[in-house]
């Protein structure tokens, strides 16, 4: 009997220490995921502060910049209210259905502006008149228009496509914010040629766009060209698509009797124009506008040859990357040296061939080429900035 007495007293003492030593265990791992638990909470104390001091440093930010906009912000407020009536507005639009010939895209981003302080961001015919102003518009002379029709429906709430040429900050751009959607276009990749339609429409859906492959049956052209381009400083910019020239007034293209400003001058690698199906190295487009608003391209084929003493000026002056107008201390610059003595050419009615492909663009191309050496030609710093041939639709090439 003392010997099962024994054993049932063994076995109830080794249970009692094993319970023993489970409790003490499940206390132990119940204190370290305590410990851990605190030490999580603590750490997440101290991400949650570093939040609220980043948070409360950018409020302070923000304060300050309102405070800044608040004169700006009183003064658009006080604009606004004097439009209100909409006789400012009213006048207007009396004065350009009052004007002859075709309304200019100045004209109509005025009317735009008009529109949008008297009728707000909210009125069809507000966004219906920048986007006029932007069709309108002649790409590399009149940025500053384009600009100020996206920036001002951007800023406005508006879904409209910004030119990334036109961000309005360009802090704001580097850091990804955009008050609207940015439109590249390029010569290559995703938003090459052969895209641009998805963005700028005319390009894609226009019926007499630029340029074209030059070949016969001509008709025959009774336009005769005068050219009297004048000696002026040098305003050269990379644009980071083509390198420019701006010209100030006074350098003029005569089209029979009808008078065009030169405005600037750019090139395409290789020619945009073809003959015969054939490209030369390069051409240089000479862009001209008359008093209505009327474009005229003058285009000089440049073919590989002799060295061009006009064109190394131009390549030693020019901007080596994409950024402002540089205007050269000290050197002078004649187009004309670029444009040859004889005006024999082909002409055809068509459009810009950049964005956003604008028609209405008469062009006048050269027939006798000017020399450009194997080494400019490759020293230009863009190995291809030329729209490809388009569908001439019918469309007659003249000649003489």
């Given at each position: 009997?003392?010997?099962?007495?024994?054993l049932?007293l063994e076995?109830?003492l080794?249970?009692?220490?094993?319970g023993?030593l489970?409790?003490?265990y499940?206390?132990?791992?119940g204190?370290?995921?305590v410990?851990h638990?605190?030490?999580?909470?603590?750490?997440?104390m101290?991400e949650?502060?570093?939040?609220l001091?980043?948070?409360t440093?950018?409020?302070?930010?923000?304060?300050?910049?309102?405070?800044?906009?608040e004169p700006a912000?009183?003064?658009?407020?006080?604009?606004?209210?004097?439009?209100?009536?909409?006789?400012v507005l009213?006048?207007?639009?009396?004065?350009i259905?009052?004007q002859k010939?075709?309304?200019?895209?100045?004209r109509?981003?005025?009317?735009?502006a008009?529109?949008?302080?008297t009728k707000?961001p909210?009125?069809?015919e507000?966004?219906?008149?920048?986007?006029?102003?932007l069709?309108m518009?002649?790409?590399s002379?009149?940025l500053?228009?384009?600009?100020?029709?996206q920036?001002?429906?951007?800023?406005?709430?508006?879904k409209v496509?910004?030119?990334a040429?036109?961000?309005?900050?360009k802090d704001d751009?580097?850091h990804?914010?955009k008050?609207g959607?940015?439109?590249?276009?390029?010569?290559?990749?995703?938003?090459?040629p052969?895209?641009?339609g998805?963005?700028f429409?005319?390009?894609?859906?226009?019926?007499?766009?630029?340029?074209?492959?030059i070949?016969?049956?001509f008709e025959?052209?009774?336009?005769?060209?005068v050219v009297?381009?004048?000696?002026g400083?040098?305003?050269?910019v990379?644009?980071?698509?083509?390198?420019?020239?701006?010209?100030e007034p006074?350098?003029?293209l005569?089209i029979?009797?009808e008078?065009?400003?030169?405005l600037?001058?750019?090139f395409h690698?290789p020619?945009?124009?073809?003959i015969?199906?054939k490209?030369?190295?390069?051409?240089?487009?000479?862009?001209h506008?008359n008093?209505?608003?009327?474009l005229?391209?003058?285009?000089?084929l440049?073919n590989?040859?002799?060295?061009n003493?006009e064109?190394?000026t131009?390549?030693?002056n020019?901007?080596?990357?994409e950024?402002p107008e540089?205007v050269?201390?000290?050197?002078k610059f004649n187009?004309?040296n670029l444009v040859p003595?004889?005006?024999?050419?082909?002409?055809?009615e068509g459009?810009?061939t950049?964005?956003?492909?604008t028609e209405g663009?008469?062009?006048?191309?050269l027939?006798?080429?000017?020399?450009?050496?194997?080494?400019?030609?490759?020293?230009?710093?863009?190995?291809?900035n030329?729209?490809?041939v388009?569908?001439?639709?019918?469309?007659?090439?003249?000649?003489?």
């Amino acid at each position: 009997m003392k010997k099962y007495l024994r054993l049932i007293l063994e076995i109830v003492l080794g249970l009692l220490l094993a319970g023993a030593l489970a409790f003490g265990y499940w206390s132990y791992t119940g204190k370290n995921h305590v410990m851990h638990e605190l030490t999580d909470a603590s750490e997440g104390m101290d991400e949650a502060k570093e939040e609220l001091e980043k948070l409360t440093k950018e409020l302070e930010e923000a304060k300050e910049k309102a405070e800044e906009l608040e004169p700006a912000a009183k003064q658009l407020a006080a604009v606004k209210d004097s439009f209100s009536n909409g006789v400012v507005l009213q006048d207007y639009e009396a004065f350009i259905k009052a004007q002859k010939g075709p309304v200019t895209s100045e004209r109509q981003l005025g009317l735009g502006a008009l529109r949008l302080l008297t009728k707000g961001p909210e009125d069809a015919e507000t966004v219906s008149a920048f986007q006029k102003a932007l069709e309108m518009a002649e790409w590399s002379s009149r940025l500053k228009s384009i600009c100020a029709a996206q920036n001002a429906l951007a800023a406005a709430g508006q879904k409209v496509k910004v030119l990334a040429d036109c961000a309005a900050d360009k802090d704001d751009k580097a850091h990804g914010k955009k008050g609207g959607h940015a439109v590249h276009w390029d010569y290559a990749g995703e938003m090459g040629p052969e895209n641009w339609g998805d963005e700028f429409p005319t390009c894609g859906k226009g019926m007499k766009q630029s340029p074209l492959n030059i070949t016969g049956p001509f008709e025959k052209s009774k336009d005769t060209l005068v050219v009297n381009y004048k000696e002026g400083p040098l305003k050269i910019v990379n644009n980071g698509h083509t390198i420019q020239v701006n010209v100030e007034p006074g350098s003029t293209l005569k089209i029979n009797k009808e008078v065009y400003n030169l405005l600037q001058f750019h090139f395409h690698r290789p020619s945009e124009e073809q003959i015969d199906g054939k490209p030369m190295a390069m051409v240089i487009h000479f862009v001209h506008k008359n008093a209505e608003g009327k474009l005229a391209v003058l285009g000089v084929l440049l073919n590989e040859g002799k060295d061009n003493a006009e064109i190394s000026t131009l390549w030693n002056n020019a901007p080596k990357s994409e950024g402002p107008e540089v205007v050269v201390e000290k050197v002078k610059f004649n187009p004309g040296n670029l444009v040859p003595a004889a005006m024999t050419h082909y002409s055809y009615e068509g459009s810009l061939t950049t964005p956003p492909c604008t028609e209405g663009v008469n062009f006048y191309i050269l027939k006798t080429t000017v020399d450009i050496a194997k080494k400019q030609v490759v020293d230009f710093p863009f190995k291809r900035n030329a729209r490809p041939v388009q569908p001439a639709n019918g469309r007659k090439i003249n000649a003489n």
